[in-house]
């Protein structure tokens, strides 16, 4: 049976600072217009932007994982095809609060995840406060969002897209439930 345990995000940041081992982890969270473009092919400005939020359903993401060696173990021989290891360059934006689990940036802390084959992600989007169902206004929808980018230094040492080590961090403040090492936490705020 998973314990549960129910606490603040502050809380949240140290029971997960804790975690031995990489894990496997689901994630319930909220987003807002952050990953649109504002501006669309042509320049024309984004319809949804400031107006778009969501729930999103993670599982099986990982956690505590080490970029520098899941690329690595995804090489074919352990080696970019020229006998040198991936060597992982500096996180290009904020600071690791704790190696391969938190970073800050801007007085504000996030977790840091990786997407893998198993992944899933399940989102119900809101459009001005108002669920959206309607399937041909959720793939309009989608069609505004930045396309999930390929890591060129991972393609060169010869890892396809699809096998790849993909990052994915989420700011502690948009998390609301997350199971980590057989722990059920729900995030509260007061």
């Keep these: 049976m998973k314990k549960s345990i129910s606490l603040l995000g502050s809380e949240f940041v140290t ?19 952050d990953h649109l473009n504002k501006k669309l092919t042509g320049g024309k400005k984004n319809q949804f932007y400031g107006r778009l939020s969501s729930i999103s359903y993670l599982v099986n993401g ?8 899941g ?4 090489l ?35 977790l840091r995840l990786y997407k893998t084959k ?11 406060g108002v669920r959206v169902s309607d399937p041909a206004m959720i793939d309009l929808i989608k069609s505004s969002f930045r396309p999930e980018s390929e890591s060129k230094r991972q393609a060169a040492a010869g890892i396809a897209k699809a096998d790849q080590m993909k990052p994915f961090t989420l700011n ?10 057989k722990v059920k936490y729900t995030i509260v705020t007061l």
Excluded: M
Excluded at 71 to 74: D, L, Q, W
Excluded at 78 to 105: Q, R
């Design 15 to 33: 029971e997960v600072s804790n975690i031995k081992g990489c894990q496997f982890v689901s994630v319930s969270y909220t987003t807002d217009t």
């Design 62 to 69: 990982q956690y505590n994982a080490n970029y520098e060696n």
């Design 71 to 74: 690329v690595n173990n995804r």
């Design 76 to 110: 074919p021989d352990g080696t970019d095809g020229k006998g040198e290891k991936f060597v992982a360059e500096p996180l290009p934006w904020g600071e690791w609060l704790i190696p391969n689990k938190l970073i800050t940036h801007k007085g504000e802390t996030y």
């Design 118 to 128: 198993a992944t899933t992600t399940k989102v119900v989007y809101y459009l001005d």
């Design 172 to 181: 502690v403040k948009s998390i609301f439930k997350a199971n980590i090492n």
